[in-house]
């Protein structure tokens, strides 16, 4: 039997799950697992919101992604330009190309400021490591005023994230002793400011309760920079003195080049077998496809179990019967050291969560296991 | 009367409030005036959701067809 390949595009929580699994299942004779990554880098992204608000070290939230592979894995460092399924090949950058039996893109989502005109000049945000350096230093540097917290666009990645900065803030301005000086404004794009029905109501009270205001059906169109205020597709203008706004994203770049992505670069994928609609070769993972989950860390990680399986079927000549079943889980931080969980998927909403000390003690617990557990597949 | 062709189709089904709404105000905003979107949702909040936001967004909800277990929602974008 031919070693068959299986290439990886994307370091993050999903490739690297798949990566490792597969190389797990495989002798080298059998195949050969490639991971393809720009930096050759892994970013723990959920940390990003406490480097902003100065409770973790940016170091802590990298790692060597080769740390991170199995020994078999072959890491390329280099970036994808184009994706050829015809020929089942990927060029790189630097003019070599991979062939592929199995592509697994898995390349998350792009963050686009320039598509909002005004944003890179008006807005924070914690969405890039550098982005959470700026807004720490702004936040430090604020001493009064009226905040504003929003989103530029939908879809984004981590939909909690808005809500859980707002309550952040309050939490930094109270024990700063400047939370009467400073006004919170959340504004947000769908029908309640928690996209979660059932736990809306949870997210509500922490919003009464911290004097933070809301606006629903707020979606961004434009930001006046000289006025110092945002206006919506829906007509209403609010100003600011701060603005956090998480940034406008599309799909991966190298789908978009290829043709392979939707008017928003997102990779059409089957939500349950995760091959893409038009390559059933070609599988989608996590935030880059157009899966109608949140995008985010839990969903690429059940996900790449899903995917790993349906490879290894595929490769030793078996039906593929693993389906991705919508499941997605996650902690919010509320402050004050409480926190809410959820968890879901395609058939089951989340049941509305109790807030407390437990579920803040789960996020600070899987912040520090994530690099023990996640990306080796263990859990 | 619009053909198939020119209608996009956004297949929110399996995905749970507001899940159908962000893919139609994504819709949207990556569609031009004049063109018809077709969001599908098996959710129940989206009943109210959708046509509420297609008021105040200032589009033209086209009409909502029930099929045996989601509905259609057509939305003209207007502006």
Not at chain 1, 25 to 41: M, Q, S, W, Y
Not at chain 2, 1 to 29: H, N, T, W, Y
Request: charged share 25%.
């Amino acid at each position: 039997m031919a070693v068959k390949k299986v290439v990886v595009l994307g370091g993050g929580v999903g490739g690297t799950i798949v990566a490792n699994l597969l190389a797990k299942r495989f002798r080298p004779e059998e195949a050969e697992v490639t991971l393809v990554d720009k930096t050759g880098k892994h970013v723990y992204q959920p940390g990003f919101v406490y480097v902003a608000f100065g409770r973790t070290k940016p170091k802590s939230l990298v790692r060597d992604e080769r740390k991170l592979l199995r020994k078999r894995v072959r890491l390329v460092i280099g970036e994808a330009v184009r994706i050829d399924p015809a020929g089942r090949k990927v060029h790189l950058a630097d003019g070599t190309a991979l062939a592929y039996d199995r592509l697994v893109i898995a390349l998350g989502a792009r963050l686009v400021p320039d598509e909002l005109p005004g944003y890179a000049e008006a807005a924070h945000h914690f969405y890039s490591l550098e982005g959470a350096l700026k807004l720490k230093e702004a936040l430090r540097a604020f001493r009064g005023g009226r905040i504003v917290v929003t989103v530029a666009s939908v879809p984004y990645k981590c939909p909690p994230a808005p809500s859980e900065a707002a309550c952040q803030l309050d939490y930094y301005f109270t024990k700063k002793k400047l939370r009467d000086k400073v006004a919170i404004h959340f504004l947000s794009p769908l029908s309640r400011v928690f996209p979660l029905e059932p736990v809306n109501p949870v997210v509500e009270q922490i919003f009464a309760k911290h004097d933070i205001q809301s606006t629903i059906f707020f979606n961004v169109e434009s930001i006046d920079t000289n006025a110092k205020t945002v206006t919506s597709i829906e007509g209403e203008t609010v100003p600011y003195d701060l603005l956090l706004m998480i940034p406008p994203h599309r799909g991966a770049k190298v789908v978009e080049d290829s043709g392979l992505g939707d008017r928003g670069g997102w990779l059409p994928t089957d939500k349950h077998t995760l091959r893409t609609k038009a390559h059933p070769e070609i599988f989608g993972l996590g935030d880059c496809t157009d899966v109608p989950v949140s995008k985010s860390g839990a969903a690429a990680h059940f996900q790449a179990k899903v995917i790993a399986e349906s490879i290894a079927a595929d490769l030793t000549g078996q039906p593929a019967t693993a389906r991705y079943d919508g499941h997605v889980m996650c902690y919010c931080d509320a402050g004050y050291h409480k926190g809410i969980s959820m968890s879901f998927d395609y058939e089951h909403p989340p049941v509305p969560p109790p807030l407390g000390l437990k579920d803040w003690l789960g996020k600070m617990v899987l912040n520090k296991v994530y690099w023990y557990l996640v990306p080796s597949g263990r859990v | 009367m619009v053909s198939a062709e020119q209608k996009i189709v956004l297949d929110a089904r399996g995905s749970f409030c507001p899940g159908p709404l962000m893919e139609l105000i994504r819709g949207i905003k990556q569609a031009k005036v004049g063109e018809v979107l077709e969001v599908w949702s098996s959710d129940q909040g989206s009943r109210k959701d959708i046509p509420f936001w297609i008021q105040k967004a200032g589009h033209e909800l086209v009409g909502v067809f029930e099929e045996p277990s989601y509905a259609r929602f057509v939305v003209k974008k207007l502006r």
